[in-house]
């Protein structure tokens, strides 16, 4: 039976008030959402945290929102309610394809995008994703509020800039006009972990150049995206001799190591193709993008 | 600490440690061994429990998240001893030979047919993806499903006669008037549980 090592536990009224309580017990006490990868860590003597703050009352961080140029999501949103969300999918059909490949169903009723991207993992598929949509975070501390780039949030495995007394309270993700993305991974069952995956944004100039392009890599040994297939792209017209070449820069920057889910080459391989193909969806879902027509502001599965 | 909690529409307190995780606060304080422990890290399914009507993998959740929560477990399924029309259906169409998966694979199956009453196969598998049948009864579950998602008031005296097209199947022959057969069913259904700490501690 695997139960983890004693702890004590309180429940966050408010986001102020989790603050005061991660304030209170120092770098010892770890909030918790989902749990679904703390308490197995937790169960596992890898996470051995003297407190647990539990924000699951937190709706207030429970929030899909429209904001102008911009889609605020609160860090308590389910994985389940960001796949169901119909604003999402228009907007960024990557999370989409992501979300359906994190973990099953079940355990995406509870886990959170907060959750993921604070856990850090290094095959976490959200953090690919928020870094490639050129995502900023959102961090609440007894200080008061700073905004993070993906860049300056991850620190590496299962590190964020997020300090001790901080929260990460809120994802932006900013809206291009004419842009289309896409995530695929390489999973060897259902709820795994990515043997490799690989996500992509491309939005366009009005002359059908690419004026943005970014890709990133899942499992395979790299942080943030890949500098060299964004500069390779920018420019340039969308194409399949284009996609190779970015392919070929995508496996390059790649570092992976082998383990039982694969050898080094063969993933590799899948950097390279995954890379390809992520390219070519996300171009092809341009003529379908929503985001350049001018919603209003709707809250929605808040 | 004290918890407090709905579990099958009773309201009951207990004294818990902070670290005890629900499936073990199901199964040991309120000794409702119907919801059954398997892998320990959320990936088997087998102690899925309804927490607010969503399924959630029980071995993953501490008891104390589920404080003021409404829990809903195998045992919650029947209503005043007539099965849910899941638990029929899983007879009807043999959803299950060990039985380990049934409560978990069951009570995913009536929070699909909750938001979605006509599940086609494709969304009935996805629902029970994070859930495993290693009797490989997958088929059987999916028509169980269908079977009860087709009977959404349960067995009716039609089904019963075969006047029903979905009784002319083989299974139609083994069932009985509709209060034999949920009778037997609460009787069937908890011999066929095994007890896991038999196997697994």
């Given amino acids: 039976m695997q139960i983890p090592a004693p702890f004590e536990y309180a429940r966050a009224d408010t986001v102020d008030d989790a603050i005061a309580l991660l304030s209170r017990y120092g770098p010892e006490a770890r909030i918790i959402a989902g749990g679904h990868s703390l308490l197995p860590m937790m169960k596992l003597r890898l996470a051995r945290p003297e407190w647990l703050i539990d924000i699951n009352d937190l709706f207030e961080l429970d929030f899909v929102l429209r904001d102008g140029d911009r889609l605020r999501i609160g860090a308590l949103t389910r994985h389940t309610t960001l796949l169901e969300s119909a604003e999402i999918a228009a907007l960024f059909p990557i999370v989409g394809d992501a979300e359906r490949v994190i973990a099953d169903p079940i355990v995406r009723n509870r886990g959170t995008i907060g959750g993921s991207l604070c856990q850090a993992d290094p095959a976490e598929d959200l953090a690919t994703v928020c870094d490639v949509l050129g995502a900023e975070a959102i961090v609440r501390g007894p200080l008061g509020e700073r905004m993070l780039t993906m860049t300056e949030f991850h620190r590496g495995a299962y590190e964020t800039a997020v300090a001790a007394d901080e929260l990460l309270c809120e994802v932006r993700i900013p809206i291009r006009p004419r842009s289309g993305s896409a995530y695929e991974k390489v999973e060897r069952r259902v709820g795994d972990w990515a043997v490799a995956a690989a996500g992509a944004a491309l939005s366009f100039a009005e002359d059908g150049t690419i004026a943005e392009a970014s890709v990133g890599l899942t499992a395979v040994g790299l942080d943030g995206t890949v500098g060299a297939v964004t500069e390779l792209l920018r420019g340039e017209r969308p194409g399949e001799q284009l996609f190779i070449e970015a392919g070929r820069l995508a496996a390059l920057a790649a570092d992976p190591v082998a383990d039982q889910r694969g050898p080094v080459d063969y993933k590799r391989h899948l950097a390279d193709e995954l890379t390809r193909r992520v390219l070519r969806r996300a171009t092809d879902r341009v003529a379908e993008f929503a985001g350049a027509t001018g919603h209003p502001t709707t809250p929605q599965e808040g | ?201």
């Fill in chain 2, 1 to 201: 600490m004290q918890i407090t909690m709905t579990v099958n529409g009773t309201d009951v307190t207990n004294e818990v440690e902070p670290r005890v995780l629900l499936v073990h606060y199901i199964r040991d304080v309120l000794r409702l061994t119907g919801t059954h422990w398997g892998c320990d890290t959320s990936n088997c399914g087998t102690c899925v429990v309804l927490m607010d009507g969503q399924p959630v993998k029980s071995c993953t959740v501490l008891a104390a998240m589920a404080d003021g929560h409404a829990i809903t477990t195998v045992e919650g399924l029947a209503t005043g001893g007539t099965l849910d029309p899941v638990q029929q259906g899983f007879m009807e169409e043999h959803g299950l030979q060990c039985g380990f998966c049934t409560p978990g694979m069951m009570l995913t199956a009536r929070a699909l047919l909750d938001v979605n009453p006509h599940p086609d196969d494709t969304e009935i598998r996805r629902a029970i993806s994070g859930q495993i049948c290693r009797c490989t009864g997958y088929a059987t579950i999916v028509r169980s499903v269908h079977w009860a998602a087709d009977h959404p008031a349960g067995m009716t005296e039609a089904d019963a006669a075969g006047g029903d097209p979905a009784a002319l199947d083989d299974s139609a022959g083994t069932t009985t008037e509709p209060g034999a057969a949920a009778a037997e069913a609460a009787r069937a259904i908890p011999a066929s549980q095994t007890e896991p700490e038999e196997v697994t501690a």
